[in-house]
């Protein structure tokens, strides 16, 4: 495995592989990012990943500055999956300047997670956007269990005519159904006992709906009360369509659940499909 933090060196290699698969993470890998890796590495032997904290998709009082940083471990988790390339630069290298170029995104950026985090997607997008110029791939990994990003980057590609093939990645789960993230560690024993609720109560929607009930609002909103009720304070909880992230409507059936909820100072978010 060869580590890169500059671009022209990674260019230069790059150019002799052919087809490659990206995995973009912000490292502090865990079981959720390995799988990806592990999907990569299915489609082609040359997958790059990368590890950088972007700045860009942090608010001023989010959690930039003590958002876990484990580059040696993360590499350690890559080299055991053989993973060829890691592109690990530091801000100097993807931010030479002040970055002024950000791409305007669709109206969809500025709901769920972007009605909560204004800003958030144009800073993934804008990164997302910079790494497979930098890179090329053939192929690109991402998770569903950020459903948003995913389909947000699923557009920008094909909206901007990127010769990149999208895939998704099933979200990777904790034995009582927690959805795997990094900001995990930041719960304490007792919250990390309360967290699986979230995926409790959207696998509680789920069976109301498969069991015919059709008052999307009413779901939403007891399931709010439910998790509050619980001592969460509830950022949303949204049946919306899958082909569009527009809220869903009677007699839809390509739906997904989203949520997003605090534990305290944790930020959790997850989703499931119908």
């Not at 933090?5 to 990674?10: A, E, V």
């Not at 350690?76 to 791409?103: C, D, G, M, W, Y």
């Not at 789960?173 to 959207?202: F, K, W």
């Amino acid at each position: 495995m060869k580590i890169f933090n500059d671009i022209n060196s990674l260019r230069k290699i790059l150019s002799r592989k052919q087809p490659i698969a990206f995995v973009p993470t912000m490292g502090n890998l865990h079981a959720g990012h390995l799988a990806l890796i592990k999907q990569a590495k299915q489609l082609t032997d040359n997958v790059v990943a990368s590890i950088f904290v972007n700045r860009l998709q942090f608010l001023p009082h989010e959690d930039f500055n003590r958002y876990p940083r484990t580059l040696d471990d993360d590499c350690r988790l890559l080299s055991e999956l053989n993973v060829n390339i890691v592109f690990a630069p530091n801000e100097e290298i993807l931010f030479p300047t002040k970055q002024e170029f950000l791409l305007a995104l669709p109206s969809v950026a500025d709901t769920l997670e972007g009605e909560f985090r204004p800003g958030f997607f144009r800073g993934v997008a804008t990164i997302v956007l910079k790494l497979f110029n930098i890179i090329q791939p053939d192929i690109a990994v991402f998770g569903k269990k950020d459903y948003q990003q995913l389909y947000i980057v699923q557009e920008m590609v094909r909206q901007l005519n990127l010769p990149v093939e999208i895939i998704a990645g099933e979200t990777i789960r904790a034995h009582d159904g927690l959805a795997l993230s990094s900001r995990n560690q930041y719960l304490n024993a007792a919250q990390r006992s309360e967290a699986c609720q979230l995926y409790q109560i959207l696998l509680q929607i789920k069976r109301e709906i498969i069991s015919g009930h059709q008052d999307f609002l009413s779901l939403q909103e007891n399931a709010t009360q439910h998790l509050t009720g619980r001592g969460w304070k509830v950022d949303y909880i949204r049946i919306q369509k899958r082909s569009s992230l527009m809220p869903a409507q009677t007699g839809d059936d390509d739906l997904v659940i989203l949520a997003a909820a605090w534990l305290d100072k944790t930020r959790l978010i997850d989703n499931l499909e119908l």
